[in-house]
């Protein structure tokens, strides 16, 4: 499987809880070898990605371009499970996740999709 490709939220947590699906039912994530789009009706959030050369689990390196991630910088790492992709990302910016999992009071953010 490909990390290429529109992709819709099936679930997804921050920081050690489980968000309700009204808050993400409706955006779809688009992505491509270097770049990424967000879009609920709309273009919300794009950016670029850079693979991590060499890493375990496979990482990423994003950085804000358009919408409310403007100049921002996180780190993701991801994998894919059957027909679904499992991302964590650090959305406090300050290095790569080691695990595919959120803590209370963290900026960590578990998200499984599904292709859209």
Do not use: H
């Amino acid at each position: 499987m490909r990390i290429k490709g529109k992709w819709k939220i099936k679930e997804a947590e921050l920081g050690g809880r489980k968000l309700p699906a009204q808050s993400y039912e409706k955006m779809i994530l688009e992505l491509d070898e270097n770049s990424y789009q967000l879009s609920e009706g709309k273009v919300i959030d794009s950016g670029i990605i850079e693979q991590v050369k060499k890493s375990a689990p496979k990482a990423l390196i994003i950085t804000g371009i358009f919408g409310p991630n403007k100049g921002k910088i996180f780190q993701c790492i991801y994998r894919f499970e059957e027909k679904e992709m499992v991302m964590c990302y650090n959305l406090g910016g300050d290095g790569i996740p080691d695990k595919f999992e959120t803590k209370e009071n963290s900026l960590l953010y578990l998200v499984r999709y599904k292709k859209a």
